[in-house]
């Protein structure tokens, strides 16, 4: 069982489908903590509801963003998580976060990286008008976005699509793709390599 805990920004529609595939055993783990950049989301409501300990932060918060990245890193490591999720977590996850938990940070972007990074992945690539975009779950580190590959989804984008049936079907993906990888991270089958790649074992 791995302990997680979960940092969000906003609706928390990703930690609601951590939640129930912990709760259908799809999942072998449990959130330890959430941590939330925003006082007042959804999210922390969904975490509340089900007992889980959460921390809310504010903006203020952010002034100092690596004094704030320390006290993140201290409640994590007390609340004694093995991984930190991030889950539409619209932070930067510092030094003192990727030090305290190196090659265990993991973050979701609802696109095929390395195209379409930033804030808005899924109106950029209907925007292009790609054909073919995705999901993609990936090692953290201090660039937004960036850091090695663990799994992808191609979700095609078909003729009819608008950019609101297309966030859509991108969602339905993220809700199953990251219960599924964090469970692979569970099982032990997710491998960071020399060469800076990952190996699904
Ligand atoms: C998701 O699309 C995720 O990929 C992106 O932010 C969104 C968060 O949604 N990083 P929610 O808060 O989990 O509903």
Same mark, same amino acid.
């Given at each position: 069982?791995?302990? +997680?805990?979960? +940092?969000? @920004?906003?609706?928390?529609?990703?930690? =609601?489908?951590?939640?129930?595939?912990?709760?259908?055993? %799809? +999942?072998?783990?449990?959130?330890?903590?959430?941590?939330?950049?925003?006082?007042?989301?959804?999210?922390?409501?969904?975490?509340?509801?089900?007992?889980?300990?959460?921390?809310?932060? @504010?903006?203020?918060?952010?002034?100092?963003?690596?004094?704030?990245? *320390?006290?993140?890193?201290?409640?994590? %490591?007390?609340? %004694?998580?093995?991984?930190?999720?991030?889950?539409?977590?619209?932070?930067?996850?510092?030094?003192?976060?990727?030090?305290? /938990?190196?090659?265990?940070?993991?973050?979701?972007?609802?696109? &095929?990286?390395? @195209? /379409?990074?930033?804030?808005?992945?899924?109106?950029?690539?209907?925007?292009?008008?790609?054909?073919?975009?995705?999901?993609?779950?990936? /090692?953290?580190?201090?660039?937004?976005?960036?850091?090695?590959?663990?799994? =992808?989804?191609?979700?095609?984008?078909?003729?009819?699509?608008?950019? *609101?049936? &297309?966030? *859509?079907?991108?969602?339905?993906?993220?809700?199953?793709?990251?219960?599924?990888? &964090? *469970? +692979?991270?569970? %099982?032990?089958?997710?491998?960071?390599?020399?060469?800076?790649?990952?190996?699904?074992?």
């Amino acid at each position: 069982m791995v302990k +997680l805990g979960i +940092l969000i @920004s906003g609706g928390g529609s990703n930690l =609601q489908a951590i939640i129930d595939a912990i709760e259908s055993k %799809q +999942l072998n783990a449990s959130i330890e903590l959430v941590v939330s950049s925003k006082a007042e989301t959804y999210g922390l409501e969904r975490a509340k509801r089900v007992g889980i300990p959460v921390m809310a932060l @504010s903006r203020d918060d952010y002034m100092d963003p690596l004094a704030t990245d *320390e006290r993140i890193a201290g409640a994590l %490591q007390d609340a %004694q998580v093995d991984y930190v999720v991030m889950a539409g977590y619209m932070r930067k996850v510092r030094n003192p976060l990727l030090a305290a /938990f190196p090659n265990k940070i993991i973050n979701i972007h609802p696109a &095929l990286l390395p @195209s /379409f990074p930033g804030a808005h992945g899924i109106k950029d690539a209907f925007d292009y008008g790609v054909k073919l975009t995705g999901v993609t779950v990936h /090692f953290a580190n201090e660039e937004y976005d960036e850091g090695a590959i663990i799994a =992808q989804e191609v979700v095609e984008v078909a003729e009819e699509d608008t950019l *609101e049936s &297309l966030e *859509e079907k991108i969602h339905n993906v993220e809700h199953t793709l990251y219960p599924r990888v &964090l *469970e +692979l991270i569970a %099982q032990g089958r997710v491998i960071m390599k020399d060469n800076g790649r990952v190996a699904v074992i």
